[in-house]
Every structure is written in C-alpha cells, then in structure tokens.
C-alpha cells in the first residue's frame, strides 16, 4: 500500500475533465474514476482467475440498470445464464427478473475447440450479429463481454481472429454502448492475449493476492484516456452487497473541527481534560498494557456516548458482545439497554477473519450504515496480525481520516506490548492522535495497580498528573497517587500510607492533649503553691501582727508601770512628758 | 484419394445446416464447396439447410454459431461444426469425419 496520495476532490470537477463518463454504480469506483467509466467506450477489467472480473462486470450492468435506467446486455463466453444469476442472487441481485422485465439480456456463446474444424477464410460475424441482437432485444446501453479471451482458445486462426477483435471493439464503439471486457491476467503483460491493445481507453486492474494467509483484494486504474483518476492500488471487497472499493478521499487535512466538548463518562478523567472531556470529532489513542483497563475507560465512553443519546460504534476485536457486556456489567456500566434502543452496536470479529482492507471497507460500510457519533475500535493493535505493520499503519491513518472527515469521535484502543517503552505505540499512529491516554500498570511491593495519565491531548489544558486508576464494583474512579522519594505509591501502599497518616495525626492529637492536660496541672500545681504561700504569708502577717500588738501592749503596760513607780517616787512629770515626746 | 467409408454410416442419412450471414464472397464459396463435397461423398442421401442470420439473427443461438460461415452437421451423431468457407477440402472431410486423420 503506498503512500497517502490527494485525490481531486469529487465536489469540484475539473473544467477540463469533461469527458462523458457512465457511473457504475459500484460503491468507491465511482469515486476513483471521478464519475464512472467512459461512456460509450470499452473498458478492459482484466485480472487473475478468481479476482471478481465477472461480478464486477456483472455489477456494473445491473447497477446501470436498476440505479441509471440503462440496459444491458451480458455476453458470457464462461458460464451459463443459470450460473450466473446463481452467483449473482448471493450479492442481492435477482438477475432472473431482470431479465425477464426486459432490462437485462444474456447470451451465453460457448465455443468448443474440439467440435470445430477450421476450413479457410472465415470471419465472427455470428459474433457481430448475436451482439447486435442482444443489444437490440432490451435496447442496451451497457455491454459486458466476459471474458472474450475463451475466443482465443475456440480458433487456432490468430490472425483472423486478431483481425475481428479489432473490428469488433471499433464496432462497440460505433454502437455507442459503455463495455467492460474481461481478460484474464498473464505473463508479462495484463491479458494473455494482449487485449489491452485493443482497448485503449480504459483499463482496470483487479488483483487478489494471499500474503500470510491473508488475502486481500486490490483494484488498480492503470489506464484512463482523456481523465484525470486515482492511481494507487485500492483495497476493494465482495460482500452481500457486491463490490467496495475504498477511496482515499479526503487526506488533506482540511477536517471541519468542533470546540465541542464530550463526556468521557468518568468525571475525573474529564476534569484531567481540562474539565469537559474530549473534543467532538478528535480521535483518542488509549494504550496500556494487558489489563490495564483500556475496555472500562472505552466502556464508559459509550456508556457516556449513549447516555446523551448518541449512536456509538463498539467494535471488538477480542471479545464477542455478549462476553464485553457481561464483563462491563460486573463494574456497573450496563450496556445492554442501549443496544436493546439500538444506540449502541457492538460488532465482534477475528482481525484474522479478513485481510486488513476488508475491515477497512467493512467498517467504512457499517458507519454509513449506521452512523454513529462515536466509533470505538477494540484494540487496533490486533490488525498488525492481519497484515504488515505497514499496512496496518495506512489502514488506521484511512480510518482516522474518513471517521475525521465525518466529524465522528473515534476512540481506539491500542495494546501495547509489555517492556516496550510506554510512549511507543507499535502502530505509529500517535501524530494523528489529538488525545492520548496512558495506561500504566505500576508494580510496587508485590502488588500491581493502574495508572492513568493524559499524554496529549490537543488543544485542552490538560493534567500533567498521574492518577490512580481503580475499578470498582461501581465503574471506573480515579484516585490521587502519592508521589515520593521511591515513586507513586499506589494501592496498599497508599492505602498504608494513608493510615500512617492518620495514625501520625492521631498520635499527634494524643500528645497535644497530653501536653494541654499537664499544663493544666501544673498550673493547679503552681495556683495551690501560690495558695499555700498565701496561708503562710497570712499566718506570719498574723503573726507579725499579733507580736506588735503584744509589744504594745507590753509598752504601754511598761509606760504605765513606769508612771506608776514615779508616781510612788513622786518624780516630775517632764520626764514623763519629755519621753513621751520622744 | 483414400476416403473410407464407415459401413453402418453407408446408410446414414446426413443432415448439414450451413450457416451464412448475406451473400458475401465466403458465405457463396462455402455453398459451392459445401455442395460439390456432398456430391461426391455422399450423394443421395444428405440434406443441407441453409440459414442467412441476417434474416433470422435468433437461430445463431440454438447452434452456438459465433463464426460465419460454420458448416454443422446435425446427423450422424455427434453433432460437429466446420467453420470457414470450406475451401481446404482436406480439411472439410475430416471435419465431417469423412476421412481419417491420415
């Protein structure tokens, strides 16, 4: 698969490009051929055994009949008219009907080297004059010839048979009719019989090829005279709606962008999106290793899809439906009711079932089916085992741009492999990505626990923290992640560190009482001292007291005495008068 | 000339049906070679039909003609087509099964 290549977009036809063209009708070519196959010229579809030539052919016919009201007639020089409208029922066409209201005519012309001897100069005019006819009996616009290379083998004359071949494509176009011939691929060159010389102005090139066991289908313009078309080799696929060819329209980056924002059904994680979650529209990368719970985180986001009453996309590539809702029962995000409303679509299917184009074209087929607001991919790392790394990688890059160009928010899960660095994503997909998610397991003490983190995340402000990532019995919760010297601590851990914690604060609480109470008491203490000082202060102030007393007492009583001893003595009075100035 | 002659097939009747498209120079030469091999071979008991599919283009169908002119012959079985103006008569005969591959 090559690289990315721009197509003329279809909304602007080329001025220049104004050669008539009749539409297939077959979903994509018309796309690639910017309007179908030149009209009123032959085509050459030509092609290994096995490579869908004749319902390609076959589906332009009916195509052209049932959807461009022109007729058609079949030519098969392979099978018989009852084979094919056997091979054709199968992809929803009623060829027998088609028929029989006039709208189709097939002619099966068999030619059978073994009954035929050659015996001069002939020429294919039977040919001519069948063609015609089945042209004439619905009024046939469309031709298919299939595969007018089984000629080569009815004549050993090459030379004659060389000579009608070319009257007959110049004949085709004087008719005027839009023909596919088919030729069969050989060595060297893209019919065996080199048709391609005959026809000049269209050919396609259809290839089936088994790499790895896996096979997948390409398509390929190799020539267009007068116009412009897609060169690249298109993965195409036939399904019960016949054939798909997947245009790579729309690589040039010029997406419509939304500033709309969308839950991604866990409050936290949309607060570590800045606050409101993802952009409408932006495609989301979550990676992790196994078992981190990238399936929850995508669960939510559909819960969350449908909750607002959107249609979301689930497509699983690792669990059936019913194992994904029991699974998501069991940690509360109950989907079942939205795919009973028909929101929600949940597809299973083994990423080896089919070659990595066919899940390209069959998810392509189930978002225009259904359209869904939001398309979760479930994981996409698995598509690597349906084909290369390299293929796997165009492929996304198709998906991430078609699911953009249509303003779907894609969500893809990608698992990556244990030991490989954390922002490697094995399918380089991370420039597309507008929002990537980590998920981390972190192994700590025996224990394993998720991390979650935002990598990216365009245009949003977005967390720069880790975050545990517990599943719960009630969804998805995100939890702090304690940050140090030896790392994140998370589950046990934190919660042992978060006991320590308590148990330090209460241990702390204790010692601050305890200090408070033995302040009280010894300032009961101190209080009962200062009382007890007081008692002995009062007692010695008594005491004082009382001695001054006495010894006033003892005084006066002295004085008296004294008075009365001069007064027995008779002394004077001054002396008495003199002392008691004194 | 050698040409064996099948005992049962002695008394055989042949049915031939040519096919042309118009009177076009290839389309007379195969009658005229067409009628001198019966003369000669099997005088008396074959019958030729001549069929112009520019006037019943339909008939090309029932006998997978896509090559003008083709010669076929209906009886004996098996059923076997001569294409060409029938000019190569060696080839003709053997076409018919009127002589062996020698």
Known sequence: ?582 | MSTRRNGAAAEEKWELRLYTAGQTPKSLAAIKNLKKVCEEHLAGRYEIEIIDLLKNPRLAKDDQIVAIPTLVRKLPDPVRKIIGDLSDTERALVGLQLKQVS
């Open chain 1, 1 to 582: 698969m090559g690289k990315p290549e721009t197509l003329p977009s279809r909304a602007r036809p080329s001025a220049r490009d104004t050669l008539p063209k009749a539409p297939t009708g077959i979903s994509g070519l018309d796309e690639i051929t910017l309007g179908g196959l030149p009209r009123g010229r032959p085509t050459l579809v030509c092609g290994a055994a096995g490579c869908g030539k004749t319902l390609f052919a076959m589906e332009f016919l009916l195509r052209g009949a049932e959807q461009f009201g022109e007729h058609g007639a079949f030519i098969a020089f392979e099978e018989t008219e009852q084979d094919l409208s056997q091979n054709v029922r199968s992809l929803g066409f009623d060829l027998e009907k088609m028929v029989a209201q006039g709208k189709i005519s097939v002619d099966h012309i068999h030619v059978e080297r073994s009954e035929i001897e050659e015996t001069g100069e002939f020429d294919l005019e039977g040919l001519f004059l069948r063609l015609g006819l089945a042209i004439d009996s619905v009024g046939a616009k469309r031709v298919v010839l299939d595969t007018l290379e089984s000629l080569f083998g009815g004549f050993s004359n090459q030379a004659i048979l060389r000579a009608e071949l070319r009257r007959l494509f110049r004949w085709l176009k004087d008719r005027g009719v839009t023909a596919i011939i088919t030729g069969e691929r050989g060595e060297g060159q893209l019919t065996r019989q080199g048709l391609e010389e005959y026809v000049s102005d269209c050919v396609i090139l259809l290839d089936h090829r088994v790499r790895e066991q896996v096979s997948t289908r390409r398509l390929r313009i190799v020539k267009y005279r007068g116009s412009t078309h897609g060169t690249n080799e298109y993965p195409f696929l036939i399904d019960e709606d016949g054939i798909h060819v997947l245009p790579l329209t729309s690589l040039q980056l010029n997406h419509q962008v939304s500033t709309e924002r969308i839950s991604s059904g866990i409050p936290r994680l949309d607060h570590m999106l800045g606050g409101d979650g993802y952009y409408r529209g932006s495609s989301i990368l979550i990676s992790g290793t196994a078992g981190t719970g990238k399936t929850s985180i995508s669960a939510h986001f559909a819960d969350a899809t449908c909750r607002r009453g959107e249609r979301c996309m689930y497509l699983a590539f690792e669990e059936s439906p019913a194992q994904l809702l029991r699974n998501m029962r069991s940690i509360s995000v109950d989907l079942a009711p939205w795919v009973k409303k028909g929101l929600l679509r949940l597809e299973s299917s083994r990423p080896t079932l089919h070659g990595i184009e066919m899940h390209l074209a069959s998810i392509h087929k189930m978002v225009n089916d259904f359209k869904p607001h939001v398309v979760i991919i479930d994981p996409i790392s698995n598509f690597s085992t349906a084909g290369t790394m390299a293929e796997a990688e165009a492929m996304l890059l198709r998906l991430i741009d078609f699911l953009k160009s249509r303003q779907i928010t894609a969500m893809f899960v990608n698992l990556t492999a244990g030991g490989n660095a954390w922002e490697k994503t094995d399918v380089g997909v991370s420039s597309l990505i507008d929002t990537w998610i980590l998920l981390r397991d972190i192994e700590l003490a025996g224990e394993r626990n998720r991390g979650i983190y935002v990598l990216k995340s365009r245009g949003m402000k977005h967390s720069n923290q880790i975050r545990e990532f517990v599943i719960t019995a009630e969804g998805i919760r995100l939890e702090d992640v304690y940050v140090g010297p030896e790392g994140v601590l998370t589950g046990s851990m934190r919660a042992a560190q978060e006991d320590r914690e308590r148990a330090a604060m209460q241990a702390q609480q204790h010692e601050a009482t305890r200090k408070q109470r033995e302040l009280a008491r010894r300032r009961a203490a101190l209080e009962a001292q200062i009382a007890s000082l007081r008692a002995e202060f009062e007692a010695v102030e008594d005491e004082s007291r009382i001695a001054a007393e006495l010894q006033k007492a003892r005084e006066a009583q002295l004085d008296q005495s004294r008075t009365a001893a001069a007064a027995r003595r008779g002394a004077d009075t001054p002396a008495a008068s003199k002392g008691k100035r004194k």
